[in-house]
């Protein structure tokens, strides 16, 4: 009888011990940690201070509860009314790209990038990459070489998430540079539109070109209106930025 009461005791404390030893964790996506997210019932006053950086996509980090308080007092904040566990293990939510799914993520952007004249023919992605969810390959900029027929580019993709870049994407490309892709993008005599800047003003005009020039070149524009010439940077086929009033 004595064994079993000392058995049923033992099993009993059991859960106990367990609650006890279970780890707090907190899953967060912003780029810094704050009081808010370790008690989201914390006061107005002090839920945005900032206790420390975020672990990167996919990993975790703990902070203990004299950490916790040490930040909150270096930024003088009271942390009397904020329920601070010994200890919460942050965790960051990742995606992990395969090599074909950055491929597949990259393509429309490095379309996109290439320059009239030069199309795609592959695409491969050099590795893997861990990115936080909702992320996207947003900039490409590919050098292409000026020569007419096939050539293998390599790149680097910026990948971001709410316009913060997150990651960087190694892309193998295979082009194809046709004769056209050296012809100006905009002839002398074409019509196109002046945007001119000035301030928060923003306003349009009609202009004809007096040059041949490429995207990126600045070229003298006549304005159709008022006859005055003005040097602009040739956004498109159809736009260009005044550069000089």
């Known amino acids: 009888m004595r064994h079993a009461a000392l058995l049923l005791s033992f099993f009993a404390v059991l859960p106990l011990a367990a609650t006890a030893s279970a780890e707090n964790r907190v899953s967060i996506e912003g780029p810094t940690v704050r009081v808010s997210d370790i008690d989201p019932a914390a006061p107005a006053d002090v839920a945005d201070v900032e206790l420390g950086r975020a672990p990167p996509p996919g990993s975790s980090r703990v902070f203990t509860r ?14 009397t009314h904020v329920n601070v566990p010994a200890s919460v293990r942050v965790e960051t939510p990742a995606e992990h790209w395969r090599p074909e ?31 936080p969810p909702g992320s996207s390959v947003t900039s490409v900029k590919p050098v292409i070489p000026h020569a007419v027929g096939r050539h293998d580019v390599t790149v680097v993709a910026e990948v971001r998430r709410n316009h913060e ?8 490309l295979v082009v194809d540079v046709g004769e056209d892709a050296f012809a100006p993008i905009v002839r002398k005599g074409d019509r196109i539109t002046l945007i001119i800047e000035q301030g928060n003003a923003r306003i349009g005009a009609s202009a004809v070109t007096l040059a041949d020039a490429n995207l990126g070149d600045a070229v ?10 003005l040097k602009a940077k040739v956004q498109s086929r159809d736009v260009g930025r005044v550069v000089e009033l």
């Not at 870049?165 to 193998?172: C, K, P």
């Open 220 to 229: 003298f524009c006549r304005v159709t209106s008022t006859g005055k010439v």
């Open 165 to 172: 870049i997150v990651g960087r994407a190694a892309l193998s």
């Open 66 to 79: 004299g950490e916790i308080r040490q930040r909150m007092r270096e930024a003088g904040a009271d942390a």
């Open 101 to 131: 799914e950055v491929a597949a993520r990259a393509d429309a952007a490095v379309r996109a990038a290439l320059p009239p004249g030069v199309s795609l023919l592959k695409l491969d992605a050099q590795r893997s990459i861990v990115v």
